[in-house]
């Protein structure tokens, strides 16, 4: 969480209206394969190019920067054809009960996941393939005639095999001997996506993969003018046109920020960047409330209908109610739990 956000989450009761299937912005959520990702041309050439050159890739961002939606609308397309692309796949699968000796469940977890990217009628059973090393598995796997020789795996959110039972040193560094063995192949190429925050507790595990993981990505929050083309391009596909003062105007509010001063006050000050998850919720909530015959967003829309602290204190309590299922002392608890633990004294949120 970044800790000088100037956006204060407000209580209220009114949440965003659900999405629609003519909105083009995805709101909360992250970008899928096939879908535009506007604003993110220049790394997804830099990341295809260095993980072309170099084979083993760390791609690393604050939370929020979008890496997933980077992976999947961006890299995925772009690798397309020229190699064999498998994943994203994850290390977070809780193994069951009664799991047999001998199974890593990072290991397992990765297989499963991997496993969901081919066809339902030639996937194997669990039993099959749970127990097998991540190179067994990967000789095994079914794979279409035409394929390219080399293959891409793509492994996300990748700070889970710290977080997830995180006692479990001999698993870890047995998951990391398998996937060091991999990689030694040559037609095997990885990226590894995680929060940048984990970077120095995945150092003890490096040394154990190919380059130690030297070749590293850093994914940035979004600047102003790839801001400017997150918002106007998918409205222009949508049918709309932003006014050059709607847009500036909405870009300045999503990047203001709070910055302490030395007496201990905070001051507003423009930021260098957009976080983007604020500025799909925004845009979202703003699409869904501009009236159908309207196709000009101007100024006075963004500060009637986009109003950045309204958009998400909006999703902000409509997530919480959804979470509650209707039950006011859950969502109390929430509410209460959030303004302890996640937002500062000043109003800014809170390192976590």
């Given at each position: 969480?970044?800790?000088?956000?100037?956006?204060?989450?407000?209580?209220?009761?009114?949440?965003?209206?659900?999405?629609?299937?003519?909105?083009?912005?995805?709101?909360?959520?992250?970008?899928?394969?096939?879908?535009?990702?506007?604003?993110?041309?220049?790394?997804?050439?830099?990341?295809?190019?260095?993980?072309?050159?170099?084979?083993?890739?760390?791609?690393?961002?604050?939370?929020?920067?979008?890496?997933?939606?980077?992976?999947?609308?961006?890299?995925?397309?772009r690798l397309a054809g020229k190699f064999d692309v498998w994943g994203p796949t994850r290390v977070n699968l809780q193994p069951p009960s009664g799991l047999p000796a001998g199974i890593n469940r990072y290991v397992r977890s990765v297989i499963l996941g991997?496993?969901?990217?081919?066809?339902?009628?030639?996937?194997?059973?669990?039993?099959?393939?749970?127990?097998?090393?991540?190179?067994?598995?990967?000789?095994?796997?079914?794979?279409?005639?035409?394929?390219?020789?080399?293959?891409?795996?793509?492994?996300?959110?990748?700070?889970?095999?710290?977080?997830?039972?995180?006692?479990?040193?001999?698993?870890?560094?047995?998951?990391?001997?398998?996937?060091?063995?991999?990689?030694?192949?040559?037609?095997?190429?990885?990226?590894?996506?995680?929060?940048?925050?984990?970077?120095?507790?995945?150092?003890?595990?490096?040394?154990?993969?190919p380059t130690h993981l030297r070749n590293r990505f850093r994914l940035d929050l979004l600047g102003h003018e790839s801001a400017k083309e997150a918002i106007v391009s998918p409205a222009r596909d949508g049918g709309r046109e932003f006014t050059d003062e709607?847009?500036?105007?909405?870009?300045?509010?999503?990047?203001?920020?709070?910055?302490?001063?030395?007496?201990?006050?905070?001051?507003?000050?423009?930021?260098?960047?957009?976080?983007?998850?604020?500025?799909?919720?925004?845009?979202?909530?703003?699409?869904?409330?501009?009236?159908?015959?309207?196709?000009?967003?101007?100024?006075?829309?963004?500060?009637?209908?986009?109003?950045?602290?309204?958009?998400?204190?909006?999703?902000?309590?409509?997530?919480?109610?959804?979470?509650?299922?209707?039950?006011?002392?859950?969502?109390?608890?929430?509410?209460?739990?959030?303004?302890?633990?996640?937002?500062?004294?000043?109003?800014?949120?809170?390192?976590?």
């Amino acid at each position: 969480h970044n800790p000088d956000s100037n956006h204060r989450i407000r209580m209220n009761s009114h949440s965003t209206p659900p999405s629609g299937d003519d909105n083009p912005y995805v709101g909360p959520h992250p970008f899928e394969t096939g879908q535009r990702l506007f604003g993110r041309d220049r790394e997804t050439e830099d990341l295809y190019y260095l993980l072309s050159a170099e084979r083993i890739v760390l791609l690393h961002s604050p939370s929020g920067a979008g890496k997933s939606s980077l992976i999947q609308a961006g890299l995925i397309p772009r690798l397309a054809g020229k190699f064999d692309v498998w994943g994203p796949t994850r290390v977070n699968l809780q193994p069951p009960s009664g799991l047999p000796a001998g199974i890593n469940r990072y290991v397992r977890s990765v297989i499963l996941g991997l496993e969901q990217g081919i066809p339902e009628s030639r996937r194997r059973p669990e039993d099959q393939i749970a127990g097998l090393t991540l190179s067994e598995y990967v000789k095994s796997r079914p794979r279409r005639r035409s394929a390219p020789d080399n293959i891409v795996i793509i492994f996300d959110q990748f700070e889970e095999v710290l977080t997830v039972d995180p006692l479990a040193i001999n698993a870890k560094n047995e998951f990391f001997d398998q996937l060091g063995e991999l990689l030694l192949d040559p037609h095997i190429w990885a990226l590894i996506a995680l929060r940048e925050d984990y970077l120095a507790p995945l150092d003890p595990y490096a040394e154990k993969v190919p380059t130690h993981l030297r070749n590293r990505f850093r994914l940035d929050l979004l600047g102003h003018e790839s801001a400017k083309e997150a918002i106007v391009s998918p409205a222009r596909d949508g049918g709309r046109e932003f006014t050059d003062e709607a847009v500036e105007k909405l870009v300045s509010d999503l990047a203001t920020m709070k910055v302490q001063q030395p007496d201990g006050t905070f001051l507003e000050q423009l930021g260098r960047h957009v976080e983007p998850i604020q500025l799909q919720v925004v845009c979202h909530r703003l699409w869904k409330r501009m009236p159908a015959e309207d196709k000009l967003i101007d100024i006075e829309d963004v500060v009637e209908l986009g109003n950045v602290t309204e958009a998400l204190s909006g999703y902000y309590a409509g997530e919480v109610a959804r979470i509650a299922e209707g039950n006011g002392r859950t969502e109390r608890n929430i509410r209460e739990w959030v303004d302890e633990k996640l937002i500062t004294p000043d109003g800014i949120r809170a390192q976590v």
